[in-house]
Structures are given as C-alpha cells and as structure tokens.
C-alpha cells in the first residue's frame, strides 16, 4: 500500500523539523559541502562459499585516497550483497551497515542497531551462529542529514520473503537514524526502521542526487513491473514524497540499477529483461522527463541482474548484463545506435565463478570497477571509461584477489554542487572547484593524464615538473598527454578553476616504471601468506630467475634471485605491494598485489 497518492504528484511530510536552520549551520554546510571523502573507501563483503581460511579478515578494503590499494581487513559485522558505508572528512571510515546492524567507526556495533530490516530474510541471514548479512542489492543509502554535522540516516529497503507459496519482492524503504556523536563517539541509533514508502518495489534499487540548491537530496525508487517513481526531498525539514508515471512499464522481477548521471541531468535504469531507460532530470523540481526506451535484444534476456556505471563526465553509459558489457554515448543523437559491445564474459581458472559481468561502480579516480553475479576472486577494471569502445581500456579479471568476495557499494556523487544561476540556487553555496587526477602510462616516456576534477572547473591548469621540455612542460587541456624528457619521478600539478576560486592537486609521476597498477599476469602462479607479515612465498613460477617489488609509486623495492620460492618483505612497510617474477630473458613470469601487514 502507498502511504500518500494523488493522481499526479503525492506531496508526504514524513517528519518534523528537527532543528532550526541558522546562518551558522548554512556556513558549516558551505564549509563542509567540499573536498568530501564519503565514497573513499569500499568495503567488500566475502562470499561464504568457501569462508576466507583467517577468520579475523571479514572484508576486502579498496582505498582510493591517491591511487587505488587493497587491504584485506576485519570488522565487526559480517557483509554481503548488502553493502553500504560513509567516511568522515579525513577519509577514514565512519559508518558501515549489512542491512542488519550499523558499525562505527571504531569497528564496534552501534548500540541499538540491531534488528534492520525485521522479518523472514532478516531471520534467515542477520542471525544464528554464522550470519552473513542481508541478500539484497543496492537496496541501502547513507546521507548526512542536511543542517547536521553528526545525524546520518541510513534509507534501506526490505525484502517480503515466503517459501509457501514462493514469493519475493521489495515491500518496505525505511530509514534510521545515527547520531555518530553519542556515546562519546561510539554512536547510538535513534530512530529505527520508519517506514517510508509501503509497495511492490523493484531489484532496481534505490539512488540519490543533490538537490539544485548544492545541499539537500532526491532519493529515487521504483515499483516492480510499471512504469512509476517514487521521489523523496530530503531537507532539513525532513522527507517529501513524489509519485511520478512516466515512460515504458517494465515487466520482469529482474534485478538491475537505477542511478543518475554524475551531474544529475539523466536518470538510467537497466537491467538485462526490462533493457535500458533513459530520462532527464531536473534537480530544482525533481521531474523526469523525455523518457527513451532502448530494447537490447540479445542472449541475455534470460539473466537476472544487471548494473549500470556513468563515466566521470558523463558521456558514456556503461551497462553490465551478466554477458556482455555496452556501451551507450549519452551525447548521441540516437542513443539505440551508440550502442558498442565492449566486452564479453571469459574464464579464468583462477577464477572459476568470475567470469560474467553483472556489477559496476565508477570511483573517486575515475575508473569504474567490475565484479561477476556470484562470490567470486576477480574483479574487472575500465581504465579509462571516457574513451569509446574498446579505447575505453577494458581489462577483464584485472585484480585476482586472495578471497572471494560478492558486489561494490553504490555510492551517489558526494562531489555535485549547486546548480548556478538556477531557481533553486537560493542558499549562498558556491561551486567552489576541486583538484583531481590520474594518469596512465600511454609506453616509453608518455603518459595520459585525465581530470577527474569537481564541481564545475571551466579552466584546467597543468605544470608536468618537466622544465627540460620547455613550453611543452605545460597544458591547459582538460585531458593532456605529456612525453616526459627522461625516466624517473616528477612532481605533477593540476589547478583547476572557474569563477569562484581555484584548487591545487600534485602527485609525483613515476616514468618507465612498473607500480601497483600493473594488471595481475601469471594463471598458475600462487604466492602465500596474503597478506603477510614479511615471510612471503609462491608456487607456479618456477621458470622465475628474479623477483622485483614495487611500491604504489612504482619505485623498485626489493629485487633478489628467485632461488629459494621465497622473499623476505619484512624490511618494507605496510602497505601495498607489486611482485613481480621475471624470466632469465627477461620476460615477466607473472605478477601479484601483495599487502604487507604488522
């Protein structure tokens, strides 16, 4: 049952106002609206089949602080398909939540958090000596309340589950709410499992973007086999409630996503029985219009999940349909005739679930990372996913983890601000540009560099830390290639900016260099204990003469003859490590992400 309807739009006041709105509050919220972190780390929950041999590792970390690193990690609560986190300002985990409890971040259960979700999935999957968390996916968000520093609500939907007669579906969006500041810092929930929104709701999950004005939030649903939108404004006020139709109904009880566009300006949903659709969005009224249906008649009309994944820029619609991997150019004037297939599924034998397509997620760099429909030990990459068809760098099982490990988080873009200059644009928030970058090596001395910046740069600003090439040591380009004038390391700057101001980022470049981001090679070679304290072994690579380590800036570490199938990491740090194996020729043998723990 619907809580509130009207034949056009249904207007909900779900709760009161919790506080008031101040000068004061609207400055902290201007202050705090940039250079956020909440998507900076993704915790990935294990698949439970087989369970990881070190039961103190629970979850696979992907940090993308500066450039992506792996870290197999512990945590309080078991995760799964349902997945969901938030960092604080630093980057450092603040929130988790499987759907059934809520962590904090001290790896600690919120008090009163238990019990999300109450019914026959929540029986089945959240208790009893091996829980394994909830089994739905992209069925939770976690948003800042707007006019608070400290109240988090967590929107999750439910799962109606019965075995006589056999029947599932979404039936509930809920939400609870955390005061992280309780409990001195540990946390304490203080509204659980309101319900919201009563219906027959889509696998397509649940998405959010910002409000026009550059500090509240839509948050979008769908009901199964139709053609309806559920649309909530979150404010400092509270929840408001749209009904909109519009569009082709969709038909299957298949599971796919709904998202928008990194801008907001489009809303996608897809999956591989209902196909794609496409609308555009207005941020300041919260209506879709200008509904496209694109049919994708292919061999995978039969599967049951699917995802979708926006390039950073917006140009390209990627969609995973277990099979196959599209692509869509949202710039094209027939949007059914873009279509390329960048990808179909392969296998791997060290990989033997994680050969499909069926999860993607764009990151904090810009690329957006893959996983398979099952618990399984690989993950695909797209390297650079502004690029059409196969330029966009597609490598399918580019990381080959130690544990097998089930979908990515779904995050909405933290980075979008106002709308400028529109009817909305009335809180005084300014777009006040951020800094970021990345950049792949395009062989010999040349490397592509690729702005994944925020928040509506108009001007690009490039200083390569390479003088010896004269005028070409600069560029004003968005998307810049630079010949460096020897190897080494170079300290490589970005400015951006626009009417409101400017922002700095530097990395130093490591040229004719091997790091981290090297693909995984080498089938059958196995390296032990990962992670390790130090001592480090492998099997499979017996033709192995020498073996280099290398630190996430490509900076040899270690190199030593491979005469006793060992190397001794103890000396190195913590943190993220490249291994790689060489033949007496030269020729790699295989390489391995290795974590060096304490």
Known sequence: MLLARN?????????????FLSTVVILIWTVALYGQKEDQIWLLGYDRNPPPANQTVKRIMLDFSDSMSIVYTGGAIPMSLSNVSTCDSTGGILLVSNSCNIENQFGNVIENSDSLNPGLV???????????????????????????????????????????????????????????????????VLEKNTIILEDTLSYDGICAVRHGNGRDWWILTTREKSNNYFTFLFTPEGLTMFEQTIGVP?????????????????????????????????????????????????????DLTGSAAFSADGRFLYCAEVERLLQFDMFASDLAESKKIIAERKSNPECPNGSSIAYLELAPDGRIYATS???NFCMHRIGRPELVDTLCNYIH???????PFVNPPHFPNFRLGPIDGSACDTLGIN???????????????SVDFTSVSWYEPTAWSWEFGDPTTGANNYSSEKHPSHTFSAPGGYDVCLTVSNAYGSDTKCKTV?????????????SALKVYPNPTTGDLQWEGAENAATVRV??????????????????????????????????EDGALVGVRKVTRVD
């Open 7 to 19: 034949t056009a739009f249904s207007l909900l006041i779900i709760m009161k106002k919790r506080c």
């Open 122 to 188: 929540y029986d089945q999957f959240c208790t009893g000596d091996e829980p394994i968390g909830y089994r739905s996916t992209t069925n939770m968000l976690l948003l800042q309340q707007p006019d608070s520093t400290h109240l988090y609500y967590l929107f999750h939907r439910s799962v109606y589950f019965t075995i006589t007669p056999l029947v599932a579906y979404g039936d509930k969006l809920r939400y609870s709410v955390v005061d992280v500041a309780k409990n001195n810092g540990e946390g304490l």
């Open 250 to 302: 969709t038909w299957s009880e298949a599971g796919g996503e709904i998202l928008f566009s990194p801008d907001g300006s489009k809303l996608a949903r897809f999956n591989p029985r209902d196909d794609l659709r496409v609308f555009d969005f207005d941020r300041c009224t919260g209506l879709l219009s200008n509904p496209v249906h694109v049919p994708v008649i292919d061999d995978a009309d039969e």
């Open 373 to 375: 429909a099952g618990g």
């Open 397 to 403: 099982h580019y990381f080959i983890l130690d544990y």
């Open 431 to 445: 777009n006040l540009p951020l800094a970021n970058w990345r950049y792949d090596r395009a062989g010999g001395l």
């Open 510 to 522: 490591w040229v004719n260099t091997v790091g981290t981001d090297a693909p995984e090679q080498g």
């Open 550 to 583: 290398y630190n996430l800036l490509g900076q040899l570490q270690l190199e030593q003859f491979a005469t006793s199938q060992q190397v001794d990491l103890s000396r190195l740090p913590v943190g993220l490590y490249s291994v790689q194996f060489y033949a």
